[in-house]
């Protein structure tokens, strides 16, 4: 999580931080629940400010709007001026998490009292960071070992140290994860000491 410097009356975000800010534009209330109601379209940034320079590295600006009563995503925007690191960015961030977390954070968060424009967002694991509190035995999902299989793919051999790193958990439970990723058929099968395969499309794979 990032941490939030005051100058004056302006907050500065340092770090690599999440947040969901209020968009510009005609106010729809997504129906959240019989009981609650919330104002969109939200914007869900994505930002990291170098702690030395001060400077923008990297921002991503994902803004979520209700399209036929649902919340969609209707706009990502993304800036680097120093240049994007693609293969880092690909690693981080998912195009589904935006949605995520106005469709399941934000009612967690308004169930618990919690503002949604004053809350600092999970900034990895996701789907399951969207969740807030999920219990942390409790079973992946299809979605998070897709994620963790994808990754794989992309970063190749020393692939569990990069992930390891990236989601701070042990090199051995990047591994547990790829491989459960195959016996769920989410990720084909390899010969013993290979490194590869490929995504099994949702629509092929066995079910359970």
């Known amino acids: 999580m990032g941490n939030v410097n005051t100058v ?23 129906q959240v629940s019989a009981e609650r109601s919330f104002p969109l379209p939200v914007i869900v940034d994505h930002i990291f400010i170098d702690p030395k320079s001060r400077e923008v590295v990297w921002q991503i600006e994902a803004t979520v709007d209700v399209v036929e009563d649902e919340p969609r995503l209707i706009r990502m925007d993304v800036r680097g001026p120093s240049g994007l690191d693609v293969i880092k960015l690909q690693r981080e961030f998912r195009w589904a998490s935006p949605v995520d977390v106005v ?18 967002l999970p900034v990895s694991g996701f789907p399951e960071a969207a969740d807030l509190g999920k219990p942390i035995n409790e079973p992946l999902s299809d979605a998070f ?26 090199a051995r439970t990047v591994v547990s994860w790829v491989e459960k990723a195959r016996r769920k058929g989410i990720l084909t099968r390899v010969p013993a000491g290979s490194i590869g395969g490929h995504i099994v499309p949702r629509s092929k794979r066995r079910p359970g």
Do not use: H, N
């Not at 004056?8 to 997504?30: C, D, H």
């Not at 070992?145 to 042990?170: F, K, M, N, W």
């Open 8 to 30: 004056g009356e302006k907050r500065i975000r340092i770090g690599l931080t999440s947040r969901i800010r209020k968009a510009p534009g005609r106010k729809t209330q997504w």
């Open 145 to 170: 070992l897709e994620d963790i299989a994808r990754e794989y793919l992309t970063i190749g051999r020393g692939y569990a140290q990069a992930i390891a790193r990236e989601r701070q958990v042990s």
């Open 103 to 120: 469709t399941r954070s934000i009612p967690v968060m308004l169930e618990r009292g919690i503002d949604p424009f004053d809350f600092d």
